[in-house]
């Protein structure tokens, strides 16, 4: 590989709120280096298409603040084949791209990292996904945005269960890693945090939930992460026909209903995840296994973590 003149963009997989900062970033400072900057549209099948612009300051003005990507983004099941690779370094070549920033999430870095490996190609991945689940970094793009999203959605719900005295069980993304679950029950003060790095059973949930009715709480939030087999939903109904008459899951069971409450991805990011900080602190060079692309949060609490049995 000869000396980069190019640079290529990409945004890939899920959008988070921040990946437009990212993309004013990679374009501002390349231009600042001397590095001419395409834009590809519509991720790695845009790539593949040929899909690509290029891109001047002007294209990048004005989208700090906004959420999505002005690169648009999609999934492509052709760039994990060996063929689909091979089209997009054509691509590469006939538009004379050297090197790619590619921002996304644990699938779209894993088609960096074999890309990039596959045909000696300069790569470097910028994590841009709101679950936190990519190893290497503290927080990925877009993860404050959602966080402090939930808290305000929490922040309203637990004022209708107060007034109804209800047991709320909020869902919340997260995919495989139960940061946002986690953290965000300690953020709002909730009962319990049902997450996938921990294993618990509806009887644990209840003690959780037990200690708060004991402090004279008239209600119980508790935070779970998305998952196919037990999510809020099965939670609610778990609760519902185990628990009706026990002090331990609510004090008041004749006016107790089970809601489950979901808490979709923001769109305008925070002022964290559109600070220009990005620029350096979220760039990472992407060159480990699938396998290791998801850790157990650091600063998990006894107190608030817990996971639903499959059985």
Request: glycine content about 10%.
């Amino acid at each position: 590989m000869g000396k980069i003149q190019c640079i290529g963009i990409l945004t890939s997989g899920g959008d988070a709120p921040g990946m437009n900062a990212a993309i004013r970033a990679v374009t501002r400072a390349g231009i600042s280096n001397g590095f001419n900057i395409m834009g590809v549209y519509r991720g790695y099948e845009g790539l593949i298409k040929g899909e690509v612009k290029p891109f001047t300051t002007e294209d990048v003005s004005g989208i700090i603040t906004r959420g999505g990507t002005i690169l648009k983004t999609a999934r492509c099941k052709e760039f994990t084949t060996p063929e689909g690779r091979q089209k997009a370094f054509e691509t590469c070549q006939r538009v004379g791209i050297d090197a790619l920033v590619v921002i996304g999430g644990n699938g779209s870095l894993t088609g960096a990292r074999d890309f990039g490996m596959e045909f000696d190609f300069p790569v470097i991945g910028l994590p841009g996904t709101i679950d936190n689940d990519l190893y290497g970094t503290d927080a990925t793009i877009g993860y404050d945005t959602t966080m402090n999203t939930i808290m305000e959605c929490v922040d309203r719900i637990r004022d209708t269960a107060n007034s109804h005295e209800r047991i709320f069980f909020v869902e919340v993304m997260g995919r495989d890693a139960g940061f946002l679950a986690q953290n965000c029950a300690i953020a709002c003060g909730a009962e319990a945090a049902i997450v996938p790095e921990e294993t618990t059973d509806v009887d644990q949930l209840a003690q959780f939930m037990g200690r708060g009715i004991r402090k004279s709480k008239k209600s119980c939030i508790v935070i779970v992460s998305e998952s196919p087999k037990c999510g809020a939903l099965y939670y609610a109904d778990r609760v519902k026909k185990e628990f009706t008459c026990s002090a331990a899951a609510v004090r008041r069971p004749t006016t107790a209903s089970w809601p489950a409450a979901p808490v979709q991805e923001p769109s305008k990011p925070s002022s964290r995840d559109s600070g220009t900080s990005w620029s350096a602190s979220a760039t990472t060079k992407w060159s480990m296994s699938p396998s290791a692309s998801a850790s157990a949060p650091t600063n998990a609490s006894t107190n608030v973590s817990s996971r639903c049995s499959t059985s």
